[in-house]
């Protein structure tokens, strides 16, 4: 009797020890829990701040508590191409890829990490298979439309463009990309309707006027392409390129000498006389100059193209 009595208390001690040091470890296992969370939202908050090296770093303490963690190790590549080390965050992402290879934009981020690298066919890869995990994802589109472009797959860039626009039409940057192909196609006409779209969505889009501007003169609308131009030195002053184009197109215009002779000027002002444009913006200078009766300002224009 005495015998069974210490049985059942030794057994009912074990439990009782069991139960309390299984507490210990609960709590452990949710403290660990807490640090994991903690430092998955505050990269979070870095990435957002720009503060790419800190959200590197949470990254980086979670992974060491974590390892497995897929969505850790793919804001961590995306953290690393954002400072452009570019092999590094191809190497998180396969990392996420394997751990998790259900999740689409793994895989348009680990495409995106080829391109960066120019090594396309396993970037088209790996944004294939983003598409067919999620088929209407505008963002994976553009990424495509990137792809092909950089590539010269003109046409194929031109039907993946449109299906950015489809499933993500609140992007300038898609109706942007789709303008440039056609550009690219040299279909200027076509190029403009989009590219205009994209600068009623977001007027300060620089590329897109940009492109806008040049498929205008293109066009031979010259009177619009100056226009276009001018809203663009207005985002962008003293732009060198932006310059020589109004230049030209002025002078296309007709009647506008004097104003053709301005940029040109300007241009020679900013950027010296020895640049692949500097010739042909004194012609234009002095041309302009003496259409405009400017004699004088033509002859100085000659006369400084010979010593400088």
């Given at each position: ?90 190497e998180a992402f396969e990392a996420a890829v394997k751990l998790s290879p259900s999740q689409a934009q793994f895989h348009a981020s680990l495409g ?50 449109k299906k950015a626009i489809e499933y993500a039409p609140e992007n300038p940057a898609n109706f942007h990309n789709l303008g440039l192909t056609l ?114 300002r033509a002859a100085a224009i000659i006369s400084d193209s010979h010593t400088k």
């Open positions: 009797m005495t015998s069974k009595r210490s049985r059942f208390l030794f057994l009912a001690c074990s439990v009782v020890f069991l139960l309390c040091a299984s507490v210990p470890a609960q709590d452990n296992a949710e403290e660990r829990q807490a640090k994991v969370d903690r430092l998955f939202q505050q990269g979070i908050t870095y990435a957002n701040q720009k503060k790419f090296d800190q959200a590197i770093e949470a990254y980086r303490e979670l992974l060491k508590i974590e390892p497995m963690h897929p969505s850790a190790l793919h804001n961590l590549g995306a953290a690393l191409g954002n400072t452009r080390r570019h092999q590094e965050a191809l995106g990490a080829y391109m960066s690298l120019r090594r396309w066919d396993e970037s088209l890869a790996a944004l294939n298979e983003s598409v067919r995990l999620d088929p209407t994802n505008g963002a994976t589109y553009n990424m495509l439309g990137f792809l092909y472009d950089n590539t010269r797959r003109y046409e194929e860039a031109l039907a993946v463009n550009m690219k196609l040299n279909r200027p006409e076509d190029a403009v309707e989009p590219l205009e779209m994209a600068l009623r969505m977001a007027p300060d889009y620089k590329s897109a006027r940009f492109h806008l501007s040049n498929s205008l003169s293109r066009l031979k609308r010259y009177r619009d392409a100056v226009d276009s131009y001018t809203k663009l030195l207005e985002l962008d002053a003293d732009n060198a390129d932006i310059l020589t184009l109004r230049a030209w197109n002025y002078m296309y215009l007709g009647g506008s000498g004097l104003e053709a002779a301005t940029d040109a000027e300007r241009y020679l002002n900013l950027y010296g006389w020895r640049t692949r444009s500097s010739p042909f913006q004194a012609i234009i200078a002095a041309i302009g100059f003496r259409s405009a009766g400017m004699d004088e």
